[in-house]
C-alpha cells in the first residue's frame, strides 16, 4: 500500500531531551516535508526537501533540523526539544517538485514536551 | 508572499443542507489551490485540486470548489450535508516556483441531525 509512516505516533518527553521523529514513504517521491499543526495556524511547513542531499528551511525553521541521507526518509530532529514545540507533526511527501504535484500526508506525530 | 484565510473556524449545518466553507487567498502569482479534509485522528487526505485548468473543480464525495480570480476565493461545497462530512477542512496554496503549501486556519465542519 502507497504510504507515509511516521514514528512514533504519540510521544511525551521533558526539555532539553533530544527526539527524533522517522518519516518514511514507499512512493519513490522526490519531494518530503514537515509540517505541525497548531489550533488556529492550521499547518506551518519547518522543512523541506527536493532530493537526497536538498534540505531547506520552511516558515518556522528554529529548533529542528532534518535529513535526507536516503530518497525514502525524511528524519525531524528536535536537539533540545521546549514547550513551545508541544504539537502535532505531519510528515508529507509528493511525486515531483513543482507547485501543482499532490502532497500526500502520514498520520501525524502528536508532541508532548514538558 | 501567499496567505490563506479561511472565514469562520467552525461551520455547523444541518443533514441534508448545503454545505459551504469559504476561502480567499492571496498570491503574487497564478496560484495552485487545494483543499484538504482531516479526519479526527488522521492525516491530511485531498478533497481536490486547481491547477489552472476548469475554473469548477470537482472532487471526491461530492464536494466542489470554484476558483473566482476577480475575488481571489475559492470556496468548497457541497449540495447534501452528511454525518461523515463532519471534520476539519484546510484551504492551501502553492506557487508554481515550489511545493511549499501555505495553509488556512482551518474550519471545522459539525453536521447536525
Known amino acids: 500500500e502507497a504510504q507515509v509512516t511516521q514514528n512514533p505516533r504519540y510521544l511525551i518527553t521533558v526539555t532539553g531531551k533530544k527526539l527524533t521523529v522517522t518519516c518514511s514513504q514507499n512512493m519513490n517521491h522526490e519531494y518530503m516535508s514537515w509540517y505541525r499543526q497548531d489550533p488556529g495556524l492550521g499547518l506551518r511547513q519547518i522543512y523541506y526537501?527536493?532530493?537526497?542531499?536538498?534540505?531547506d528551511k520552511g516558515d518556522v525553521p528554529e529548533g529542528y533540523k532534518v535529513s535526507r541521507k536516503e530518497k525514502r526518509n525524511f528524519p525531524l530532529i528536535l536537539e533540545s526539544p521546549s514547550p513551545n514545540q508541544t504539537s502535532l507533526y505531519f510528515c508529507?511527501?509528493?511525486?515531483?517538485?513543482?507547485?501543482?504535484?499532490?502532497?500526500?500526508f502520514g498520520p501525524g506525530t502528536r508532541l508532548t514536551v514538558t | 508572499a501567499q496567505s490563506v484565510t479561511q472565514l469562520g473556524s467552525h461551520v455547523s449545518v444541518s443533514e441534508g443542507a448545503l454545505v459551504l466553507l469559504r476561502c480567499n487567498y492571496s498570491?503574487?502569482?497564478?496560484?495552485?489551490l487545494f483543499w484538504y479534509v482531516q479526519y479526527p485522528n488522521q492525516g491530511l487526505q485531498l478533497l481536490l485540486k486547481?491547477?489552472?485548468?476548469?475554473?469548477l473543480v470537482k472532487g471526491i464525495n461530492g464536494f466542489e470548489a470554484e476558483f473566482k480570480k476577480s475575488e481571489t476565493s475559492f470556496h468548497l461545497t457541497k449540495p447534501s450535508a452528511h454525518m461523515s462530512d463532519a471534520a476539519e477542512y484546510f484551504c492551501a496554496v502553492s506557487e508554481n516556483a515550489g511545493n511549499m503549501l501555505t495553509f488556512g486556519g482551518g474550519t471545522r465542519l459539525m453536521v447536525k441531525p
Open positions: 486547481y491547477t489552472s485548468a476548469a475554473t
Open positions: 526537501s527536493m532530493n537526497v542531499e536538498v534540505t
Open positions: 508529507a511527501s509528493s511525486l515531483f517538485v513543482g507547485g501543482a504535484s499532490e502532497q500526500y
Open positions: 498570491s503574487s502569482v497564478p496560484p495552485y
